[in-house]
């Protein structure tokens, strides 16, 4: 008998190969009547498209989204969307958009309709994170979870091969992460094994063929799975590991990921083998450490943390920060688990296949 509290989140998904032919219908089950469409200076035309479809019903566009979110942009947009007399922050993008729309909702209260374009997950996620002097803060409040998300994976047909394959293992990340929560329950489970099975299925489709629609599909459908992992249970070493990788030494979101991940497996097997069990069924039988190393190697994403730009000496400085306000993990992270979370990291540094 297992004993849990499941909190249902409160948002709209609508799903489907051509999915953003709802965008009027859905800003007007909003009732929003302005919405301010944010995205990266790269998906300036595909905002464009998407501003020029609401017409009226599109306040203008802010193109200025960067990865995690500097204070002073989110300070910006959150100008902009006052002087637009914005009621609602439409985000089109991946994780640095929604997570721009995050910090507008954070100090404004308004909606946000997010149209997700990687596997990254924080449409579907409470916690908003932004970046102040070189630190990442980060907190969870329930305005910042978009009200409604449109996911349409035709829009994902763009997304560079690389960025295709790291993305879908930071997806793969949550709900490795979730098999293994404190605060774990049983839909979370079934969606967490669902979402890596998916993934990995699509992945090496999509390293042959990026416009495999069925499989941008399954990806994208892996990705949802994966990220409502992520906003309903708590995270372990692995993405407290990322955060500081992120963080402090500023290496890519997405490889930083992929890198690591099957490093921490490894090293939470022993502590968690139920959740080993189920990512290694959604892997179809593989170890679920050297599984999820070869999901990404034989795909042609980084395997090194020194490929990312990490020097040597950053493993010490890493496993140092890893461990002081550690977050819970399976595997408790004591002073004495410093050596083997140094070599963790050395063998993540290094490229070489994890050892459990
Ligand atoms: P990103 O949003 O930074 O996008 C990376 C690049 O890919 C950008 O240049 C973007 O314009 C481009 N791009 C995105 N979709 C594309 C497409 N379909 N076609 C072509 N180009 C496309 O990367 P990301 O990995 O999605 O997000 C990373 C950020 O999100 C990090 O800051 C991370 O901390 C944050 N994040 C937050 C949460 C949360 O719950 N708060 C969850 C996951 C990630």
Redesign the pocket.
């Known amino acids: 008998m297992r004993s849990f509290v499941f909190n249902g989140q409160p948002s709209r998904v609508v799903f489907g190969a051509g999915s953003l032919a709802h965008l009027e219908r859905e800003v007007q089950h909003l009732g929003a009547k302005r919405a301010l469409v944010l995205c ?1 200076p ?2 300036l035309p595909l905002a464009e498209v998407i501003a020029q479809r609401l017409g009226a019903h599109a306040a203008g566009i802010y193109p200025k989204a960067v ?2 979110v500097p204070v002073e942009t989110a300070n910006a947009a959150i100008e902009e969307a006052k002087r637009m007399n914005a009621d609602c922050a439409l985000a089109v ?5 929604t ?1 721009l729309g995050k910090a507008i909702a954070l100090q404004s209260g308004l909606p946000i309709l997010a149209i997700p ?2 596997y ?3 449409e579907m ?1 409470p ?3 932004m970046t102040e002097n070189g630190l990442k803060k980060t907190g969870r409040d329930p305005r910042v979870l978009p009200r409604t998300v449109i996911y349409d994976p035709e ?2 047909v ?3 091969a690389g ?1 295709t394959i790291t ?1 879908g293992m ?1 997806a793969i990340a949550h709900a490795a992460e979730g098999l293994y929560a404190q605060d774990s329950n049983p839909v979370m489970d079934l969606m967490a094994e669902e979402g890596i099975r998916a993934l990995a299925s699509a992945l090496p489709k999509l390293r042959a063929n990026p416009a495999d629609i069925d499989a941008r599909g399954d990806a994208l459908y892996g990705a949802w799975l994966c990220g409502s992992v ?1 906003g309903n249970v708590g995270m372990a070493l692995h993405h407290k590991l990322c955060h500081t990788l ?1 963080g402090t030494l500023n290496l890519p ?2 490889e930083a990921h992929t890198v690591v991940l099957p490093h921490a497996i490894a090293f939470n097997a022993a502590a968690a083998p139920q959740a080993m069990q189920k990512i290694s069924r959604a892997l179809q039988g593989a170890p679920a450490a050297l599984g999820l190393y070869h999901l990404a190697k034989d795909n042609g994403a980084p395997t090194a943390l020194r490929d990312l730009g990490m020097t040597a000496a950053d493993v010490d400085r890493v496993a140092q920060i890893a461990i002081q306000n550690p977050y819970w993990n399976p595997r408790p992270i004591v002073p004495e688990a410093l050596p083997a979370l140094r070599e963790l990291l050395q063998r993540a540094w290094e490229g070489a296949p994890p050892v459990e």
């Open positions: 990266t790269e998906q990865m995690h993008g991946g994780g640095s958009t997570g374009t990687t990254a997950g924080s996620t916690i908003w994170g829009l994902t763009s997304l560079p960025l993305s930071n992520l992120g979101h997405a």
